[in-house]
Structure formats: structure tokens, C-alpha cells
């Protein structure tokens, strides 16, 4: 049986050349990169080489490019160290941000006392700007503003550049987590004057493992694991050379495809929406995934007519790896709280959503696939509610 793959929200597969260079790197570059000797500034060299090649991507200094091992590592840090170090006393967050923001924002909330204000989403799963500005207004502790680039389970894009202009006017800091549209998207930090954001490698076809926080050296940001003058002292211990060098290559091959990557994905994602409208009665899309405008090309959130909390195993025996929700949560009882905030009370209990997820590798017979498994899951539960209810 042929294996389907449309989880790429979750992760993604690893680009050959990104494999290729990492293995180059585990064979001939072993060496410790604090070291002094050959060896190790060897592997110092390559690692400095990205960290230009990322900063010239967000057009930055290379010194704001901080290596972690993922976005959440980025996330945690970014958070708790402005509470601990920069004197913020107030976040403002949305309820649609991913765990890593929402459980860091949650503790320090209960282990810090920081205040905490949420904005509220639409139906749509939009974040009304003007409350922020709202909330911006309301206080004159130093805000910490924590909001997602585009969210990981509906798609919805926020406008940073806006976001960031309301914050700068009133003197609070902005972090965004930037997981999803990293390396997706041309994102100039030169022009959005962003404070922090987060990067993990693999949702761009690199490695699991590793990932970068840009950290705005105005800022004055410090780290949270020490031990080590890695990283410019905010983030100690030994760097992931072969990691970081995978992290290089796979953004160096999204940033010369991606016009090309972005118009294929998005021509799949339409067809993937006109399939599933013409052969799947009743079906719905959330937020904004079914649109063009201000919606991540590579997320699509359907919402199926009936509860059936078994899809995505059901999918997986037909060969179909898809998600009900974000890798974080997918494997809890309860739906996401994003879900929580886009369905109405009555789709809560009688529909059930899926998270279909695209790349330049997703192909129109994956599509196609999906639509039968669907259509034979959905035929199946007709025919098992008929029984049940003939008894």
C-alpha cells in the first residue's frame, strides 16, 4: 500500500541535499566548535556560516541569530527570560498561540505573578488589532506581546508589521512565534521591527533538533541555560554543527524555490479544496484556510459534517497520514483550544475537523487518495448510523 503524507504542519520530510550535508558535516567536521583548535574552528566556521546565511535572510545582524534545537526551546526562552531579566510585568496573548507559548505564558503568570490579557478571536479566527492597541493603552507596566505569525492548525496570518508598529508606539515589546511562515515566507525584520522570534528547521524540510531564535540586540535579552559562553552566552552548551548545517541548506533551498514552491503548494491546496467540496457532502473549512488572502498556503482545516473521533487512525489503516489538531495536541481527549475558539458549540459535538497539510512534495493523486479514503470512511459511518438506528 501506498503511503500518503499531508502532515507537513506537523512536520516535514528531509530535502536530499539536506541529508547529504549533514552527513558531510558527521564525517568530516566532528570537531568541537568552542575549541581552538583546527578541528573545532572548522565546525565554528560552518556554524557562523549559517547564522550569516539567516541573518541575511531576515535582514538582520548575524549576532541576533541565536541557535536552539527548536522553536519551543525559542519560545520558552524568549518568554520567561524577559520576565526574568527585562522587567516585563504584563503579557498580552491570544487563546490561539501553540502550547510552548501558552503553558510558558501560564507560568509565569502563576509562578511570577505577571498580569496577563488575551485577545480574543472572531469566528473566523482573526485577532482584532485595534484591541490590542486596546490593551497597549490600558497599562503602563512594560507588556511583553506574544502573538503567532500565522497559526499552526486554521492558517489565519496576522499582520506583523502592524503588530509590531502598534507595540513600538506604545514602548512593549513584541515576540512572535514565527514556526509556521519561517523560511515560507520573505520575512524582513529590518522593516518589522519585531523584538524576538522563533524558527525550527523542520517545518522547512530540515532537521528535527534544531532551530534559532532572532533576538533583537537592543533588547538586552539573556539566556536562560547557562553553563557555557556558546552562543553569545544566552544559549550554553555544545552546538548542533551537523543540525545547524542541515538548518542552512534546507533554508537556503526554500529561499531560491520559494516563488515556485509557494505557487505549486497553493495550486494544490485549491485543488485540494475543490475536491473535497465536490465529493465530500456538507464539508466546511475554518478560519481563513480556505481562502487566499491573509491564509498560510500550506494549511488547510476542514471540518467534517459528523463526529468521528477515530478519523485520523481510520486514515492512517488506509494508508493517509493526516492530523485532527497541532502535533502538540493531537493526541489528547479534548479538542485544541484553537478548534475550541473557531466551532460553534453544536459543531463541537456533532462535526469533526482535520488539519490536511501541504509541501512541494504533496502531489495531486495524494489528493486524491485522500477524497476516496474519505468518501469510503464517510459511506461506511452512514451505513453503520443507519444500522444503529434501525435496532
Known amino acids: 500500500m501506498d503511503k500518503i503524507y499531508l502532515d507537513n504542519a506537523a512536520t516535514t520530510p528531509l530535502s536530499e541535499e539536506v541529508i547529504d550535508a549533514m552527513v558531510s558535516t558527521m564525517r568530516m567536521n566532528f570537531g568541537n566548535p ?52 527585562l522587567g516585563v510585568e504584563r503579557i498580552i496573548s491570544s487563546p490561539l498561540e501553540h502550547k510552548c507559548v501558552s503553558e510558558s505564558v501560564m507560568e509565569m503568570k502563576n509562578r511570577k505573578g505577571v498580569e496577563v490579557a488575551y485577545i480574543r478571536p472572531n469566528e473566523k479566527g482573526d485577532l482584532d488589532l485595534n484591541k490590542l492597541e486596546e490593551l497597549l493603552k490600558a497599562s503602563e507596566k512594560k507588556t511583553l506581546v ?6 499552526n492548525e486554521i492558517g489565519n496570518i496576522t499582520d506583523l508589521k502592524k503588530m509590531a508598529e502598534l ?15 519561517m523560511a515560507h515566507m520573505d520575512l524582513d525584520l529590518s522593516d518589522i521591527p519585531v523584538d524576538f522570534a522563533s524558527c ?31 552562543e553569545r552566552s544566552l544559549r550554553a552548551g555544545t552546538e548542533n554543527v551537523c543540525g545547524i548545517v542541515g538548518l542552512g541548506k534546507a533554508l537556503e533551498l526554500s529561499i531560491k524555490n520559494m516563488e515556485s514552491y509557494t505557487n505549486y503548494i497553493q495550486e494544490i491546496k485549491n485543488y485540494a479544496i475543490e475536491r473535497l467540496s465536490a465529493e465530500i457532502s456538507g464539508i466546511k473549512f475554518n478560519g481563513r484556510s480556505a481562502e487566499t488572502e491573509n491564509s498560510l498556503y500550506t494549511v488547510l482545516s476542514a471540518l467534517l459534517p ?41 459543531e463541537m459535538d456533532h462535526c469533526t475537523p482535520l488539519r490536511i497539510s501541504f509541501s512541494h512534495m504533496t502531489t495531486k493523486a495524494d489528493i486524491d487518495a485522500l477524497v476516496t479514503a474519505l468518501k469510503e470512511i464517510s459511506n461506511d459511518f452512514v451505513i453503520e448510523k443507519t444500522n444503529v438506528e434501525h435496532r
Do not use: W
Open 34 to 85: 568552542s575549541s581552538t583548535h583546527s578541528f573545532g574552528q572548522e565546525a565554528k566556521i560552518l556554524i557562523e556560516n549559517v547564522r550569516r546565511q539567516v541573518a541575511d535572510y531576515l535582514h538582520v545582524t548575524p549576532a541576533e541569530i541565536i541557535f536552539t534545537s527548536c522553536g519551543t526551546e525559542s519560545n520558552n526562552m524568549i518568554i520567561k527570560s524577559s520576565i526574568e531579566h
Open 146 to 151: 506574544s502573538l503567532m505569525h500565522a497559526n
Open 167 to 181: 507595540c513600538k508606539a506604545h514602548n512593549a515589546l513584541l515576540h512572535s512565534d514565527t514556526v509556521q511562515t
Open 200 to 230: 525550527s528547521a523542520h517545518k522547512f524540510h530540515g532537521p528535527k533538533g534544531v532551530g534559532f531564535a532572532f533576538i533583537r540586540k537592543a533588547t538586552g535579552l539573556k539566556g536562560i541555560i547557562t553553563g557555557g559562553p556558546q
Open 306 to 346: 459528523y463526529k468521528n473521533p477515530l478519523i485520523g487512525l481510520q486514515l492512517d489503516m488506509k494508508g493517509v497520514a493526516i492530523s485532527q489538531g497541532s502535533a502538540c495536541s493531537s493526541g489528547a481527549s479534548k479538542p485544541s483550544m484553537v478548534m475550541m475558539m473557531v466551532l460553534s458549540e453544536d
